[in-house]
């Protein structure tokens, strides 16, 4: 998997324990990657529903690049079709499985 869907945070070896609602971010990062891995479109929207009911129970947010990854509204992964560049700037152009979502991303 790429470096920046690998995991929701990084821990410091120092912290690993002190971290309060660590078993939250460990189940949150678990249900995340498990939704990448499957191959059945209805397991991988209910794994990402339920790390985002996991996150708004314990009150933990999830990062930008993660929400970027899944469809707001169905929850499947999103696809990457297209990539410009713009005056220095790449543009990503992203769309739900379904079609529910067309999405733009500055690079």
Avoid: P, W
Avoid at 19 to 47: G, P
Avoid at 90 to 98: A, E, G, N, R, T
Wanted: hydrophobic share 30%; aromatic share 10%.
């Amino acid at each position: 998997m790429d470096s920046n869907r690998s995991a929701i945070y990084e821990l410091q070896k120092n912290n690993i324990h002190t971290i309060k609602d660590n078993d939250a971010y460990q189940r949150m990062n678990y249900l995340y990657q498990a939704s990448f891995l499957l191959q059945n479109s209805t397991l991988q929207q209910y794994m990402y529903q339920q790390c985002k009911e996991v996150g708004e129970k314990k009150v933990i947010r999830m990062t930008s690049q993660i929400k970027r990854t899944h469809c707001k509204k169905c929850g499947q992964l999103l696809i990457d079709f297209n990539t410009k560049k713009n005056n220095n700037k790449l543009m990503i152009y992203m769309k739900c499985q379904q079609g529910h979502l067309n999405k733009k991303f500055v690079k």
